[in-house]
């Protein structure tokens, strides 16, 4: 069984059309149509929702669809890799520009200090970058 099957379930017994269950998910009739279907899923906030407004255990609803677990994990690692890259990006071009920039400047004891401190940046982006290509690919073999 699959969330659109509860879901659809759960209308039917409230003798709600789709357009009158979208409505009180903030969310169009089609979207409830291709949650039924299993051509897409509700956000969790829509689960949780759904569960407490028709007394419903989220676990009840998330159990029945194992593939909706996989998506909503998916979709968890993706947003973390894209902070992770974001945070290796900072660091590497806050410490190229700091490196670059003191190339240009006068030789002094702050400008050393300057590019030490740039090349730290990079180095922690660096080591950030390689944690983070260890950690996707333990759980790319986790998934497989």
Known sequence: ????????????????????????????????????????????????EISSRFDISLDTLLKADAKLVRTIDRERMIGTIKREKRLIDALTGAGTGIVVSCLFSPASPQRTVMIVLGMIFICMGWYKQGIHYQNVVRQLEKDC
């Open 1 to 48: 069984m699959n969330i659109g099957n509860e879901i659809q379930k759960i209308r039917s017994a409230q003798g709600l059309t789709q357009e009158a269950f979208g409505e009180l998910f903030h969310v169009t009739r089609q979207a409830v149509s291709n949650w039924e279907n299993g051509k897409t899923y509700p956000d969790l906030q829509t689960l949780v």
